[in-house]
């Protein structure tokens, strides 16, 4: 599986990006898919995910309310909306792929494909 993210760029405190994710497999629909962000000298942290079927969605607290992730089984695509950033959301975001399990999973071990990230830079 191979993943492509795109979107990043760099904005103004209060702004919002949409990152969006391109799988080339044709059993998207089978993977449950997350963004994961790792900031400079931060370990990966998981951002949001969303089931195979796209019915149940999971968020990090710090992006609750903010953030909105989606998918489209038709295009093999996922997107993340983000919405009101600060300069904490500063990272590279990873868009990432996993299946085998039914509950969303947030730590980095559990994919077993990752895309070659996007930066994000949000100045105050």
């Known amino acids: 599986v191979q993943l492509q993210a795109f979107g990043g760029g760099s904005v103004q405190a209060g702004d919002s990006l949409r990152l969006s994710c391109a799988a080339s497999?044709?059993?998207?629909?089978?993977?449950?898919m997350a963004w994961f962000r790792q900031a400079p000298g931060k370990e990966r942290q998981f951002v949001a995910g969303?089931?195979?079927?796209?019915?149940?969605?999971s968020y990090a607290e710090s992006v609750k309310g903010r953030f909105t992730i989606s998918r489209d089984n038709a295009k093999n695509t996922v997107h993340l909306q983000m919405n009101n950033l600060n300069p904490e959301d500063t990272a590279v975001y990873y868009c990432?792929?996993?299946?085998?399990?039914?509950?969303?999973?947030?730590?980095?071990?559990?994919?077993?494909?990752w895309g070659q990230g996007t930066e994000v830079t949000v100045s105050s």
């Open positions: 990432v792929a996993g299946r085998g399990w039914s509950v969303l999973r947030k730590t980095p071990k559990d994919y077993d494909y």
């Open positions: 497999t044709p059993t998207f629909s089978t993977y449950n």
């Open positions: 969303v089931k195979r079927s796209g019915d149940s969605t």
